[in-house]
């Protein structure tokens, strides 16, 4: 190499040391949005940022451009990454650093390995990676143990990490040139991620990005949001707007919307389909609610009952009435109930509510996701019986969103712990609304 190029490469490598900005747009060829570039241009040594926002806007690709650098531009370097989920780490995070890897000059695709939850210098494999470890309450050493001169912490899906997380890495993290990065959709009213915009906000850089703003969201985004749930509403400031909500949990379906569902009138046309939702003893009943179309025709419950009654008192009126699908929840006696039936040749469908849902993006779990739709069917006309139980239950659970933005409804525990009384008959009602995998969405 001749005097002048190596005094280019050194000029080079140098500006890319000092400016996130460079090494993004010279060495990974990328043109970051103007809301990422603000970040990249804040970032130095002692820095501590959190970037709250809506969806969409690239913050998985902005935390991969960072570690990059900072694995590229510092000797040793150390970077514990964490986040609330594990995959959020393993299947959105670290995949997308694999991609923009091989953006990299050669030399550097060739001095470092990925790996599944760690990122090494290949020469120095011990001293120098970035490292995916997930943020839980009952094992808080994530971001423990890590020393070193250049230090880099990245949180992602921030409001969901326990407080605890932090004030095990809080001495690590406020070293003089430690670097510590949070982001996040700003789910929660309360939390390190919440107090980093608020009362701690003199204590950090803080940058907010609106879905509305960023070049990588679809217009189409925003209006099919606040077409669905309202721009007043905590899911648009929340997913669109990027700000927390008004209030961190509330009923998710509105008395105003189940009463409206009483008063209307819809004809008895549509497939008849049951949904079934078991209890042995205690005090849990068996609901058992009956829909043709969207008219809920019938609703109906029992109570200290075992697995083979709860059988036989579905099998009897399933046998008169022959319906065209009964939905059963199969996790526990619904199990035995499901067999029961399906050995008598019924036309069930095992629903397991803990499942992930198939909206993965809305919910969390399949019981969240049957409680959307359920909503969703109630703005659409479906219509209730003057069935007061129903109709208390329905409009009873409270949600919450989750650190990715998703719903999450209140579970019967915890409703029994506020005092109300577990939601059978409206789960039941929403047990009708799933869509088995293999069938058209027709019912």
């Known amino acids: 190499m001749n005097s002048s190029l190596a005094e280019k490469t050194e000029m080079v490598l140098n500006a890319w040391y000092h400016s996130v900005y460079r090494f993004v747009t010279e060495a990974l060829r990328i043109e970051p949005t103007d809301q990422q570039e603000k970040v990249l241009h804040a970032i130095k040594p002692g820095a501590h940022i959190s970037v709250r926002s809506g969806h969409g806007v690239g913050k998985t690709a ?14 040793d370097a150390r970077i514990p990454a964490t986040a609330s989920t594990h995959s959020q780490l393993r299947d959105i995070l670290w995949p997308e650093i694999a991609k923009w890897i091989s953006h990299l000059p050669a030399q550097y695709q060739n001095a470092l390995e990925w790996q599944t939850e760690r990122i090494l210098w290949k020469d120095r494999r011990e001293t120098w990676f970035a490292v995916a470890r997930t943020a ?7 971001l423990q143990g890590f020393h070193g001169e250049n230090l880099m912490f990245i949180v992602d ?10 004030e095990v890495a809080e001495g690590a993290i406020t070293k003089a040139n430690a670097i510590s990065i949070l982001t996040g959709n700003p789910t929660r009213l309360s939390g390190e991620f919440y107090r980093s915009h608020n009362q701690d906000r003199h204590l950090w850089q803080t940058f907010h ?4 703003l960023s070049t990588l969201v679809s217009s189409a985004y925003a209006d099919r949001i606040a077409s669905k749930y309202g721009k007043d509403s905590d899911v648009y400031r929340v997913r669109v707007e990027g700000d927390f909500p008004l209030s961190e949990s509330d009923t998710f379906i509105p008395l105003t919307l189940v009463e409206e569902a009483r008063l209307r009138e819809t004809a008895d046309t549509g497939k008849v389909i049951w949904g079934v939702d078991p209890a042995r003893f205690g005090d849990d009943s068996s609901a058992l609610v009956k829909r043709t179309g969207m008219n809920v025709t019938e609703v109906s419950s029992i109570r200290k009952r075992d697995t083979m009654y709860v059988s036989g008192w579905v099998a009897q009126q399933a046998r008169e009435e022959k319906p065209d699908r009964i939905m059963i929840d199969v996790i526990g006696i619904g199990a035995g109930v499901f067999d029961r039936l399906y050995e008598l040749d019924f036309p069930v469908f095992a629903v397991n509510v803990a499942e992930k849902a198939t909206n993965s993006e809305e919910y969390a779990r399949l019981r969240d996701e049957l409680w959307g739709n359920t909503k969703d069917a109630l703005k659409e006309g479906l219509k209730l019986p003057d069935d007061e139980e129903l109709l208390g239950q329905l409009s009873s659970p409270k949600y919450k969103f989750d650190s990715a933005g998703r719903f999450v409804i209140e579970s019967k525990d915890d409703m029994k712990k506020r005092g109300v009384d577990s939601p059978d008959r409206a789960d039941a009602l929403c047990l009708s609304f799933y869509v088995p995998k293999l069938l058209y969405p027709d019912i």
């Open 157 to 166: 899906e921030a409001p969901g990490v326990p407080d605890s997380i932090f």
């Open 136 to 142: 839980r309450k009952e094992a808080p050493d994530a």
């Open 62 to 75: 902005l935390l991969s451009w960072v570690i990059l650098w900072f694995l590229c531009t510092r000797f």
């Open 209 to 212: 990005f609106s879905s509305v």
